[in-house]
Each structure stands twice: as C-alpha cells, then as structure tokens.
C-alpha cells in the first residue's frame, strides 16, 4: 500500500499541469510578490507573506493531493492532510502575525534565496534532463516538493520565524527520500532543504533567544 510508482504519479502530475493551466503563471507572479515582500519590511509584509503561503499550501492540499493524486494512491490522503494544516497554520497566524520581516544575517539570507531560486528554477531545469518536461514538471507552490523548498527558503530570508511553522515542512522533506529512491532525483534538494533549513532555522532560533 505504501509503496511508490513513478510512472502512475508522472501520470498524476501530467493531467494536473493540464487541467490547472494556466494558473501556473498566476502562482509565479505569487511567487514573486511573496518573495518581494519577504526583503521589504512594511506594517502588512508579515500578512502578504502569509496569505501567499496559506493559499499555496490548502491548494496544494485539496486541489493537488486530495483531488488529483489521492484517488489512485494514498500518499495523497498523507501529503494533502499535511499541506491543509499547515495552509490553516498560515491562515490563523493572520490574525496576529507573529513572523519578523528583514533579514539580520547574510549567510541565511543567501541561503534562503538559494532554496528559492532551486525550488522555481532549479527543480524543473533539473527536471528537464530527467524528461520531466511539461506537462509532466513540478511547478513550484503548486505541487508539495518545491512549495515546501520555497517555504522554508522564504523563511531564512526573513528574520525571524517560530519554530511551529517548519515542523510540516521539515516532515514533508523527510518524505521526499521516497519518491528520490525511485527516480524523482530532483527531490534530492528537497531532503537537502528540509534537514539543512530546519537546523539553520532552530540554530537562529536559539541564538534569538540568547540575544546573539
């Protein structure tokens, strides 16, 4: 039951990419606000940030999980039940953003931007040489393997975030080993981010408590 075929969620991802055109642009341009929002620090930018990342991941996970890829396997019941909470995390922190915008430190900075560019670019660039090409590509925000890389590359970017945020991310990296081990290569990055950006983000984490 919990096994993995590459062929049957290539299938999947096609007739998605298919049906959903051309919202893809649509998510870039969000993308791209998201990101801005991320560096311009404003009343409203902690707000622009989450809605982006709210709408993102409930899409992912109704739309794309529940609806596409969970009728034929049940990692999209796991995966889907994932993104809709953390999409509902993001939309009750609207409320009161507790998210600080403005980057204090470079190297996280850098290294958020790094994940971002691999989660836009990178993953379908890398993606093309192993005939992942459209409509059998990943587009990021609206699939969970890149959404969940820009997620955690948006949050090194800005200053600070607590820990509440990463947790599903961190565990959707983990399950990025699956589809890798079968030929989906690209998620390679994905485990990268997930275990390299959470220990970054609690390391900030504990340096912000220490007033370091």
């Not at 290294?111 to 093309?128: D, M, N």
């Not at 081990?181 to 340096?207: F, M």
């Amino acid at each position: 039951m919990l096994s993995f075929s590459t062929e049957e969620f290539l299938i999947v991802l096609e007739n998605y990419n298919l049906e959903i055109w051309p919202l893809q642009i649509f998510v870039y341009i969000l993308i791209c606000i998201a990101l801005f929002f991320s560096f311009k620090s404003t009343n409203y930018s902690p707000r622009i940030v989450l809605s982006v990342l709210a709408f993102l991941w409930l899409f992912n996970g109704i739309i794309f999980c529940f609806l596409f890829w969970a009728p034929s396997h049940i990692f999209g019941y796991i995966f889907g039940v994932f993104c809709i909470l953390q999409g509902i995390l993001f939309l009750f922190s609207l409320k009161k953003s507790d998210i600080t915008i403005g980057s204090a430190n470079k190297t996280y900075t850098i290294i958020g931007i790094l994940f971002v560019l691999y989660a836009t670019i990178g993953y379908q660039i890398f993606g093309y040489f192993l005939g992942h090409i459209y409509p059998i590509f990943f587009p990021a925000g609206l699939v969970p393997c890149p959404t969940t890389i820009f997620t955690i590359g948006i949050f090194l970017i800005i200053n600070n975030i607590p820990i509440k945020y990463y947790v599903i991310p961190f565990i959707i990296a983990f399950g990025g080993f699956l589809p890798a081990y079968y030929g989906i290569y690209e998620d390679a990055g994905l485990i990268i981010s997930g275990i390299l950006g959470t220990i970054l983000l609690i390391q900030r984490e504990l340096q912000l408590k220490k007033g370091i």
